[in-house]
């Protein structure tokens, strides 16, 4: 296993249990226990974790794993969901997509979409997702408009006040939000408020709102509120999703498409 495939599972490994020792991480990895001390300093120098004596903690009460961080998890489920939201989408509309894991998948399957071949433009791209645009940039039939701002590392995305001029003289078909958390009480939240702020601005713009998120994120609470429930007009998720859950998000008002 390479270095950063290592670091990729331990990563993963620490976000879903919060803590791990240096003889479990390196029995779950089949490496020797010197690799994973190696790595758990490695990676505490790069501030991703907090080194203990004997392991590795996670870094900081609201932790985030970086988007370069991020592998496949729930690969398939995120691709269904992604395919889903490209199909609500109709030739020639305004789309803006914030950043994250779905909403790039989101990305990719609007550039295969073989009806967006072509057309002048077949779609406007409005994203704050650095990632994103670079990925869509290289399809001339979309016309791909990239707020301003300061780049988040964690998530690819601008951020900042310099994004308000740009959101401030556009208006969106469809805003597709990639969340870390929905509730039908708290909203669609995001880690970081910044990052919120310009999801939220997204949505302002936009004659309709969904939010594209894997079942394990629904019914979750996270530090920063993009958006109440009834702003948004659909929920595309996993079949994995409860019928309580699904009944909730219907009851206020919010479409719920599972895949």
């Known amino acids: ?122 779609l406007t791209i409005v994203t704050n997702a650095l990632n994103i645009a670079n990925e869509l940039a290289v399809r001339p039939q979309f016309k791909i408009v990239v707020t301003g701002g300061v780049a988040r590392p964690q998530s690819y995305e601008l951020i900042g006040p310099l994004a308000d001029g740009v959101l401030g003289q556009i208006t969106l078909d469809v805003a597709v939000l990639g969340v870390v958390a929905f509730d039908v009480t708290h909203g669609a939240a995001a880690h970081d408020e910044a990052e919120a702020a310009i999801n939220r601005l997204l949505c302002e713009r936009a004659e309709r709102v969904v939010v594209a998120a894997d079942s394990s994120k629904l019914g979750q609470r996270a530090f920063a509120r993009i958006c109440g429930a009834e702003l948004v007009g659909t929920l595309v998720t996993d079949t994995a999703v409860g019928q309580e859950t699904v009944r909730r998000f219907e009851e206020a008002g919010v479409r719920v498409l599972t895949v």
């Open 1 to 122: 296993m390479s270095r950063d495939a290592r670091w990729k599972a331990l990563l993963e490994l620490l976000v879903e249990r919060g803590r791990l020792d240096v003889e479990e991480a390196a029995a779950e990895l089949e490496v020797s226990a010197a690799t994973i001390r190696r790595d758990f300093d490695q990676l505490a120098e790069q501030q991703m974790l907090v080194r203990t004596r004997g392991g590795a903690v996670v870094h900081g009460v609201s932790y985030e794993l970086p988007l370069r961080y991020k592998t496949a998890r729930r690969a398939s489920e995120k691709q269904r969901i992604a395919k889903a939201v490209a199909e609500l989408v109709a030739p020639g509309e305004a789309v803006g997509l914030t950043g994250g894991t779905t909403t790039t998948e989101v990305a990719r399957a609007l550039a295969v979409r073989g009806d967006l071949s072509t057309g002048s433009p077949a």
